[in-house]
């Protein structure tokens, strides 16, 4: 899988691995969320998108509740923010289609849909960009047609 070099505009290969205790972003490091505590939490999966030069790029958090997948917490790296300065794009796309395949590995009534929350400002950017429904307040899923479609344009890239 592929993100982009916003500058560049070439094309750099990245892996999703679980991440290790000592691969933890810190808080410090201005990031948004306590990777080191959701790290701990039991019964959780945590993730990190890094570059063959072991750069970390996002981090994904995920959760089993109800035979359900749950994308607890989804974060991009700080440099990878906003429009101005941003170094590389389609993280948050490989994440959020890491997390749609890791869905239908989930046995039920729920396979192949990956829930979670909004922030109130990103519900319009969740179903225009990555074709998730709102489902009530600020509660999300990606559909498994949807999830299917994230998966091959994120992860199946060809370069």
């Known amino acids: 899988m592929y993100i982009l070099d916003v500058e560049?505009?070439?094309?750099i290969e990245v892996d999703i691995l679980l991440v290790t205790n000592n691969e933890v972003p810190l808080k410090k490091s201005s990031w948004n969320f306590h990777w080191k505590q959701l790290f701990k939490e039991p019964n959780t999966l945590t993730f990190v998108l890094k570059t063959e030069s072991s750069s970390i790029e996002g981090m994904l958090h995920l959760k089993i509740e109800n035979n359900m997948l749950i994308m607890d917490v989804i974060?991009?790296?700080p440099?990878?923010?906003g429009n101005i300065?941003?170094?590389?794009d389609f993280v948050a796309g490989c994440l959020i289609a890491y997390a749609?395949?890791?869905s239908f590995k989930i046995e039920g009534n729920y396979k192949g849909f990956l829930t979670?929350?909004?922030k109130t400002d990103l519900i319009e950017w969740y179903i225009n960009k990555y074709g998730a429904t709102q489902a009530i307040g600020?509660?999300?899923f990606i559909s498994p047609d949807k999830g299917a479609l994230l998966i091959e344009k994120y992860l199946n890239r060809n370069i």
């Open 79 to 81: 440099h990878n923010i």
């Open 100 to 102: 749609c395949r890791e």
């Open 138 to 140: 600020q509660k999300m």
């Open 116 to 118: 979670f929350t909004s």
């Open 85 to 88: 300065n941003k170094k590389y």
């Open 75 to 77: 974060e991009i790296a």
């Open 8 to 11: 560049t505009k070439e094309l």
